[in-house]
């Protein structure tokens, strides 16, 4: 009866390990890039926020907030977790 129940588990115990490897550990190897990508955001970056909008950092705050503008003389508060995306700085206009 004990190896029964073993042979039982063997199936399950590689299950799990295959959701591991294939989409748990993927993905908490992204959200953590996430967050250095987000920590290191710097003045000059071109940035998208979660609602789609691209701007430059005018402005990085040290309570978690960027300031973004997003056209000539209009800024907004940005909550840096909501940002998905931070590019190099934007090439300067020629």
Do not use: C, W
């Not at 926020?49 to 978690?64: A, S």
């Amino acid at each position: 009866m004990n190896q029964d129940f073993i042979m039982q588990m063997v199936p399950l115990v590689l299950l799990f390990a295959i959701f591991y490897f294939l989409l748990i550990r993927p993905q908490q190897q992204r959200a953590k890039q996430h967050q250095q990508m987000i920590e290191a955001v710097k003045r000059g970056d071109t940035v998208v926020t979660g609602g789609g909008l691209v701007g430059k950092v005018t402005k990085v705050k040290d309570d978690g907030e960027i300031m973004v503008e997003l056209a000539d003389g209009v800024q907004f508060r940005v909550v840096k977790s909501t940002l998905s995306d931070v590019r190099a700085k934007s090439p300067e206009k020629e």
